[in-house]
């Protein structure tokens, strides 16, 4: 969160005066967010950072600079800027009037997109197909692509028309220049040339001569290029919104009420209204409310969904938990200790939108080309009508000649070079189970040389499973496993499940359980089939005179020295056998390692688990570098660590955890299995869960990115070489046209060889 929180400066600390989030308005491209950055880096004592796709500037400050001063410094530059407010949960329900607000700019440009699509479509049909070109068609153009070149293509103007009163050009500014210019000869052919009269058709001489252009109209190109580069701004607006989306579903994973006790009484409250020192209840299955102690009762807390560890923390009177965890067993009185923005919950939330706020700016390709390109256009345009009007020639003729060359630059193929390279490869990537979320994370994927990867749910499964049962002499697998497994399912113990369900495919429909006994801390007693049976630590054995003989006392060592969870089962007086659970390796983790390296990455173990248990799944897997007990905020840190030396780094991760080191990542890659946190954090969601899926995301993103900036390429080909032409007055209409036509085919098949991309298997 940030700490700017709605607060005048008067009222901020010392410590947190020297550093602010702005929510900043109006950009429209990543060059809008250079140009933010270089303003404010140039006050005295200000180190900022502009990422365009969360909309917002991390600034530090020192000196006499205040909160207004930024603000200031953002509107000269044609911008709006403000002090973000920062709402509980509890005052901004999801589906709330702030989403809607947040909603309604994505809705506004949908809405724009659409009418302009149904209203260009008409235009560009009658333009191309000769034979539907009724009596008078021109004026039906002209009433159908009117709205779409000043309604539909509204935001292009303003947006160059405030790049223009800065001094800069984008491609906003090349897309009402070629847009007008194409509309305005329009106007001028219809009205006082020889386009206007009933019966025109446009004729299909595709020959180089000069000519006065008064008999041709391009509202096609005026209405198409709106549409095309509408299309892409909508689509990259939607996948902006998500955005904020990852901080959200951290703060919606905590307990919404909580049983306060008060008095002797149990109340339920709002979790915001919970105060530090307060004692609460949480009964088995609950969320714990916020971060305390426990002051009553013991059992086992699940804090996957936090930590991403699969295997349950016992907890008893004394012991730290975290707001957010289940509670997998007794009845806890928990007092808290950190309330509301303090918590380990909120500080994840603040370590994801730190990450996301420090991510590299990552321009597109059309809008740093355009920075050169454009100026270049303007010049050549006004040159050619200097020379031509200073050669005597006629100034229509002059005029022709400059309106092509804006027309001619106008990127026709360039606005569809994106956003079809992207529709056609993202939808190969839904088929395969690759969510991509925008053209931004295309230009990491080329760069990564390093993949770190979260170990439980993305190398392994991420549930507890029976690995082994290992007896004692004389004794049956069989009779263990139905023994043990009928005592276990009487259990919600997350291991005494993973032992029953593992009885019940082996040995089928277990027996019933008498005298259930659970024992906190040291394990379950029962009746089963008239045998009293034990399972648990070895000193609930040993309690009862059963002692381990030495095999299964070495068997147990050894489980718990590879970082697994080893069990005792004894009935009858008799310690009978060792079962050892642990989170299982996914068969298909192997080879995507594999396959990763040979895209060239260097792979990274990274857990929050112990050193043992990191080092054998690294070894089955064949991981060399391995990276363990790491807290979530330690997983930030080595991220950061491996960028501060020079790596390229993507992020593999399933967690809430994993969240902000996803996001730190240069790409952050999350298993669709894992939590929805990570999933909104990531730039590239795996559906499957399966690891190899990983390899296969880079591979088609690289392979997009190429075809992008072979589109690109061919796009600004095209507009180069018949630049010349259209300045020497040569250009015919109807070759421009064509060219224009070939140019858009060649992107548009360019881009849908993606479809044949495979995954490799």
Aim: glycine residues 10%; proline residues 4%; aromatic residues 4%.
């Amino acid at each position: 969160m940030s700490t700017a929180t709605g607060r005048t400066p008067a009222a901020r600390t010392a410590a947190e005066a020297d550093r602010i989030e702005l929510a900043i308005g109006g950009m429209t491209c990543a060059s809008c967010a250079n140009r933010i950055e270089k303003r404010l880096n140039k006050l005295e004592g200000v180190t900022a950072t502009v990422n365009y796709a969360t909309e917002k500037a991390s600034v530090s400050f020192s000196g006499t600079v205040t909160p207004d001063d930024l603000i200031a410094q953002v509107e000269k530059t044609g911008y709006s800027a403000a002090l973000p407010r920062t709402a509980e949960p509890a005052d901004e329900p999801p589906g709330g009037s702030a989403a809607d607000a947040e909603d309604a700019p994505v809705r506004a440009l949908r809405n724009r997109l659409t009418v302009s699509a149904l209203l260009a479509v008409p235009v560009i049909a009658l333009a191309m197909v000769p034979a539907l070109q009724f009596t008078n068609w021109q004026w039906a153009s002209l009433t159908l692509a009117a709205p779409v070149l000043v309604w539909g293509a509204l935001p292009f103007h303003a947006a160059a028309w405030k790049n223009l009163k800065l001094g800069a050009a984008t491609m906003d500014t090349l897309v009402s220049l070629g847009t007008i210019a194409a509309f305005a000869w329009s106007l001028y052919a219809l009205f006082f040339g020889t386009a206007g009269e009933p019966g025109m058709k446009h004729p299909f001489t595709f020959t180089i001569e000069r000519t006065s252009g008064a008999g041709n109209i391009y509202l096609e190109v005026a209405a198409g290029v709106t549409v095309f580069i509408l299309a892409g701004r909508y689509f990259e607006a939607r996948s902006k919104r998500r955005a904020g989306a990852a901080l959200r579903a951290l703060l919606e994973m905590g307990a919404k009420d909580v049983a306060v006790l008060r008095d002797g009484r149990e109340e339920r409250i709002p979790v915001d209204r919970l105060t530090t020192g307060e004692e609460f209840l949480v009964r088995p299955g609950e969320k714990i409310a916020t971060d305390g102690v426990i002051t009553d009762g013991t059992s086992a807390v699940d804090a996957s969904m936090l930590t991403g560890e699969s295997v349950p923390v016992e907890v008893g009177v004394g012991d730290p938990v975290v707001g957010a965890t289940v509670n997998a067993g007794g009845r806890l009185v928990v007092r808290a200790s950190k309330v509301g923005a303090d918590t380990q919950l909120a500080q994840m939330a603040k370590l994801v939108e730190d990450a996301q706020n420090g991510k590299a700016q990552v321009q597109r390709l059309a809008d740093r080309i355009s920075g050169i390109f454009v100026p270049i256009v303007i010049t050549l345009a006004l040159a050619t009508l200097g020379f031509w009007l200073g050669t005597g020639a006629p100034v229509a003729a002059a005029f022709t000649a400059a309106v092509a060359v804006l027309i001619i630059a106008c990127p026709c193929a360039l606005g569809l070079a994106t956003p079809t390279a992207l529709l056609v490869g993202t939808g190969r990537g839904a088929q395969l189970g690759i969510l991509i979320k925008g053209p931004e994370v295309l230009e990491s994927t080329h760069r990564i040389d390093t993949i770190v990867l979260d170990k439980t749910g993305t190398v392994t499964t991420g549930r507890m499973a029976l690995v082994d049962v290992i007896t004692a002499d004389g004794q049956h697998t069989g009779e263990v496993l139905r023994l043990a497994g009928a005592l276990e399912d009487a259990s919600e113990h997350p291991i005494a499940q993973a032992i029953a369900k593992h009885a019940t495919q082996q040995v089928g429909t277990l027996p019933a359980v008498e005298d259930f006994q659970n024992l906190e801390g040291l394990g379950v007693q029962g009746l089963v089939d008239g045998h009293g049976v034990l399972v648990g630590r070895p000193q609930l054995l040993t309690e009862w005179a059963q002692h381990l003989p030495a095999e299964l006392q070495q068997a147990m060592q050894e489980a718990e020295a590879d970082g697994k969870t080893a069990v005792a089962v004894g009935w009858d007086g008799k310690a009978r056998a060792v079962l050892v659970i642990a989170d299982t390796i996914k068969d298909t983790s192997p080879q995507a390692i594999a396959r990763l390296r040979n895209l060239g990455l260097t792979p990274v173990l990274l857990t929050g688990d112990n050193e043992a248990v990191a080092r054998t799944v690294a070894a089955e897997v064949g991981i060399e570098e391995v990276i363990a007990g790491v807290l979530p905020a330690g997983k930030v840190d080595v991220v950061k660590r491996l960028q501060s030396e020079g790596k390229v780094v993507a992020m593999v991760g399933d967690g809430v955890n994993d969240a902000a080191a996803l996001a730190q990542a240069d790409l952050g890659l999350a298993m669709g299995t894992g939590t929805d946190v990570a999933i909104e954090a990531a730039d590239i969601t795996l559906i499957s869960g399966d690891l190899r899926a990983a390899a296969d995301a880079i591979r088609l993103s690289r392979r997009t990115l190429t075809t992008i900036k072979g589109n690109l390429f061919w796009a600004f080909a095209y507009n180069i070489a018949a630049l010349p032409l259209a300045a020497a007055g040569l250009l015919n209409p109807m070759l421009a046209g064509a060219a224009m036509a070939f140019s858009s085919v060649f992107v548009v098949s360019n881009s849908l060889r993606l479809r044949r991309f495979r995954a490799a298997r």
